[in-house]
Structures are given as structure tokens and as C-alpha cells.
Nanobody
């Protein structure tokens, strides 16, 4: 079992920035894939960013809508995964979920609300 604790959501104006944090209950060294997804009412959960460790190398993927605005990163010393979001747009308003895939199982955080509005 892996528990994920998210933080960092909130209200921000268009063009602003937020940083989301996800702290797993297990060392991120041993978790193959960690990522962020988001969901708005009536829509499917969609990929924001993933960080996958493949044979010791990090492979990062972003959703098409990111367009260079977001960055996912791992801080091994703090055992935390971050999602830095810049140039936020109202369309980025959603609940953001941290995801970890470990030993063939998928785990989700409780979600953190991000609202982009003036």
C-alpha cells in the first residue's frame, strides 16, 4: 500500500503560478512511476505529467495541453514529487490528483483543487 498526501492547490489569477506537492508513504526511489492527473466535473481524468524511472533513467511525459507551462520533478531528499504550474489559464481549473504505480498497482491521492479565476 502506498498513501499519497497532496498539497499546494488553491485559487490563483490567470497567468499565475502554483506548485503542487505529493509525498508518498514509500520512498520515491522504489516507486517506478509517479504522476499528476486532473479531472473536471463530467469529464474523464486526464494525464498532466508523469515521471517514470526506466532502467535508472527518468522518462517524463506531459499532456498535450501543457505546452511547456508545467514541470514535474522529484526531490529525492524530501521524498516529494512536485508539479510546478506556470502561466495558468482558467481551463486549468480542476481537481489535481497525484498517482503512483508500484509493483503493478495504482494509487491515488485525495486530490487538491486548483482554481484559476480573476
Amino acid at each position: 500500500q502506498v498513501q499519497l498526501v497532496e498539497s499546494g492547490g488553491g485559487l490563483v489569477q490567470p497567468g499565475g503560478s502554483l506548485r503542487l506537492s505529493c509525498a508518498p508513504s514509500k520512498s520515491i526511489f522504489s516507486i517506478d512511476l509517479m504522476g499528476w492527473f486532473r479531472q473536471t466535473p463530467g469529464k474523464q481524468r486526464e494525464l498532466v505529467a508523469t515521471s517514470d524511472i526506466i532502467i535508472g533513467e527518468e522518462d517524463i511525459m506531459y499532456g498535450d495541453f501543457v505546452k511547456g507551462r508545467f514541470t514535474i520533478s522529484r526531490d529525492n531528499a524530501k521524498n516529494t514529487v512536485y508539479l510546478q504550474m506556470n502561466h495558468l489559464e482558467p481551463e486549468d481549473t480542476a481537481v489535481y490528483y497525484c498517482n503512483a504505480r508500484d509493483e503493478g498497482r495504482s494509487y491515488w491521492g485525495q486530490g487538491t483543487q486548483v482554481t484559476v479565476s480573476s
